[in-house]
């Protein structure tokens, strides 16, 4: 994460339901971002450890790095496998060439890309492997485009901005490889998770637009959400939806020869 991006940090408010309701990736992306006898691995902007608990039941030593103090807290309660840091993209307390793998889950757009990718490829071993994904709900589903619209409008009224100013951010800049990495290789691939009603809402409620807001908003933006899932969906107490979900992969490999 950016050392100037302070928004980025708003998410460690929540850090409770964000451990609760944000997903992790699913396994078909890491089997294809780590690389072959993987034996250490960097969590980068870790959070509250959604990908680490995946990380650490595959790679024999894993290392957390989160500069928000709240989403540390609850990521060293629950994944205490793993070894957790305080740093930042721009600055990681790591020796150099340590890492046979580091990837950045959900939280590329947060970084500097010109300082961020020298500092990972000062961490990586040569031949090592850098990795991002994105992993978001699948909008082209029409009810999941139109749940989407919906509670956008929600936001953007609670705060007073055009609706327009709260759409998803879906085109965030490819990490530059330069001379320090090979080209990047993409995967794409959807999936889908068992949601009730609650967990919907408190999923949605993860999103940054909804950070954005006050708590009393926050709050009346989940009762509405709530009410449009039992009216339109018919989703209510234990019953349950797959929420289809679509998952963005970025990989490419530390140059040997190249000095960051």
Known sequence: MAESGTRGLSFGEIA???DRFRP???APALDWLLPDGCETVVDLAAGTGALTRRLVSRVPQVVAVEPDP???ETLARNCPEARLLAGTAERMPLPDGGA???LISMAWHWMDPQRAMPEIARVLRGGGTFGVLWNHRDLSVPWVAGLDRFTRALRARESGQDVTTQAPTRNVMDPPTGSLFSPLVELRLTWSMPVT???LVGHLGTDAGAIALSA???HAVDERV???LHDELGLSGDRKIELPMACRC???TRNPDAAP
């Open 16 to 18: 409770d339901r964000y």
């Open 24 to 26: 992790s990736a699913p």
């Open 70 to 72: 709240r989403m540390r």
């Open 100 to 102: 046979d793998a580091l």
């Open 197 to 199: 009603a609650e967990e």
């Open 216 to 218: 009393d908003a926050r």
């Open 226 to 228: 709530a009410g449009y």
């Open 250 to 252: 970025l990989r490419t």
